[in-house]
């Protein structure tokens, strides 16, 4: 879209790690708090709180993802 607007920018993509141990628990407050987090939603359910606790499990402990920083000039 910037490029299209004629906007410069610089766009810099960090991997990142996040320790996602505490949502294998689907008790645990800040493995819930994090799980919300990641799906932007802080209405979930029970039963998607543990369904995406149970798929984290299937994980590990770590998991990776892209972070990217845009500045616009």
Known sequence: MLDSLGI???L???LTKTIITSCHDP???D???MIKFFLDNPN???EEIEK???YL??????MKHDMA???TK
């Open 44 to 46: 979930l359910s029970e």
């Open 69 to 71: 920083l845009i500045i």
């Open 27 to 29: 008790l645990n407050l």
């Open 57 to 62: 499990k299937s994980v590990g402990n770590i």
């Open 52 to 54: 995406v606790s149970s």
């Open 8 to 10: 410069k920018y610089d």
């Open 31 to 33: 493995g819930r708090n």
């Open 12 to 14: 810099k993509v960090y």
